[in-house]
């Protein structure tokens, strides 16, 4: 699907230069239970075996794997937006506020990263790798939380997400993600993590 699209868009705006040529990263907040149980207390069981020496890795790890639209607990928000044919190198590390209001009362078990890219011309075309679109290749990033956090309909998650580049990697980014989940201006949960994504 993903070649048909890029064929039309480099036919439609050939004369543009780089294509896509926007692109928009978003962070949701999201809640698996199951997921996050499978993924971290398995190793304090392992038939029998107790190999929770494990799990502190685990939890610097962003996981890319597809993530259901109905775990999704929250908005969207945009938090980095590249015109990517004038964008810099120095640009791809950056840090950003984000905003998030909780539409579900259930427990904050990580946040998801997806990102749309913009396929601007005579025949515009949108590539979104969001929960609720249709799964790409490129599926979602996770980033699981080491405490998860129990939130109720209407709290607000306020943040920042920071990307700095892999010195050891080179395609790696390290992700630092920091914040606090407010009720009616009560601090009810706080999270500062670091994230591999290689």
């Known amino acids: ?3 048909f699209w890029k064929d039309k868009a480099v036919v439609s705006t050939q004369s543009t230069g780089v294509v896509p040529n926007r692109a928009s990263m978003f962070v949701s907040a999201v809640s698996n239970e199951k997921s996050y149980e499978a993924r971290f207390h398995f190793w304090k069981d392992v038939y029998g075996f107790n190999m929770s020496e494990f799990i502190p890795d685990l939890y610097q790890e962003a996981v890319v794997e597809s993530v259901d639209k109905s775990h999704v607990i929250s908005d969207h928000c945009g938090f980095k937006h590249l015109d990517l044919s004038t964008v810099k190198t120095s640009g791809l590390e950056f840090s950003r506020p984000f905003q998030l209001q909780i539409s579900s009362s259930s427990k904050l078990t990580a946040f998801v990263i997806h990102f749309t890219c913009f396929f601007d011309g005579d025949v515009s075309i949108i590539l979104d790798t969001s929960p609720e679109s249709e799964t790409t290749h490129w599926l979602q990033t996770l980033l699981y939380l080491k405490s998860p956090i ?36 009560e601090e ?5 993590q670091q994230f591999y994504l290689h």
């Open 188 to 192: 009810v949960g706080k999270f500062d």
């Open 1 to 3: 699907r993903f070649h």
């Open 150 to 185: 129990n939130v109720s309909e209407g709290d607000v998650v306020q943040g920042s997400v920071a990307f700095t580049k892999s010195s050891s990697v080179k395609r790696g980014y390290i992700i630092n993600i920091e914040g606090s989940v407010r009720r009616d201006c």
